[in-house]
T-cell receptor
Framework: DQQVKQNSPSLSVQEGRISILNCDYTNSMFDYFLWYKKYPAEGPTFLISISSIKDKNEDGRFTVFLNKSAKHLSLHIVPSQPGDSAVYFCAASASSNYQLIWGAGTKLIIKP | EAQVTQNPRYLITVTGKKLTVTCSQNMNHEYMSWYRQDPGLGLRQIYYSMNVEVTDKGDVPEGYKVSRKEKRNFPLILESPSPNQTSLYFC??????????????FGPGTRLTVL
């Protein structure tokens, strides 16, 4: 049973508009969440993270929102750019356990 | 340049023929890990190492071995590969913070096909 779920395998967004990628988790012990971005033929690279003591973290065009009661987090990209086309992975961990649990990924396609 | 390197990048082999995928990092990171990525399943951890001579199983360790004799290297060994080990493999490293898991730096991946 997957503890971290990304239910949208792919998402297509017009350039300049907002991209919203979603992630749900089931383990209430998770208290640290990360988003990674992956281009073809490359390894994932870290994008942004959030601790459970916050409900929002912002870094430039990227904002992650955390709703602990719903066990849901989302990544907002505004405005979306062609270089944002990639696969985005959500990952979670419990601070008592260093292991990261990963979602299946969402492929984001930015249309010109 | 800070990086994690993996070799080979692509490998096609046959069932039962032992192989090793090497991983090396130049960031003096204590923590290293191996993942496999399969469609619809995301990344699943195979083995990890918190430091030299310390290794532990991840979620899917069956059929794999690892060693950590030096801080910079963390090879993944498949003693007798089988077709269900056909996958995309990633090595990662990080320097864990005191309270929270740090971000992980990933290698470029090794695409393995076992016939």
């Amino acid at each position: 049973d997957q503890q971290v779920k990304q239910n949208s395998p792919s998402l297509s967004v017009q350039e300049g508009r907002i991209s919203i990628l979603n992630c749900d988790y089931t383990n209430s012990m998770f208290d640290y969440f990360l988003w990674y971005k992956k281009y073809p033929a490359e390894g994932p690279t870290f994008l942004i993270s959030i601790s459970s003591i916050k409900d929002k973290n912002e870094d430039g065009r990227f904002t992650v929102f955390l709703n602990k009661s719903a066990k849901h987090l989302s990544l907002h990209i505004v405005p979306s750019q062609p270089g944002d086309s990639a696969v985005y992975f959500c990952a979670a961990s419990a601070s008592s356990n260093y292991q990261l649990i990963w979602g299946a990924g969402t492929k984001l396609i930015i249309k010109p | 340049e800070a990086q994690v390197t993996q070799n080979p990048r692509y490998l096609i082999t046959v069932t039962g023929k032992k192989l090793t995928v090497t991983c090396s990092q130049n960031m003096n990171h204590e923590y290293m890990s191996w993942y496999r990525q399969d469609p619809g399943l995301g990344l699943r951890q195979i083995y990890y190492s918190m430091n030299v001579e310390v290794t532990d199983k991840g979620d899917v360790p069956e059929g794999y071995k690892v060693s950590r004799k030096e801080k910079r290297n963390f090879p993944l060994i498949l003693e007798s590969p089988s077709p269900n080990q056909t996958s995309l493999y990633f090595c990662a490293s990080s320097s864990p913070g005191l309270a929270l898991p740090d971000t992980q730096y990933f290698g470029p991946g090794t695409r393995l096909t076992v016939l």
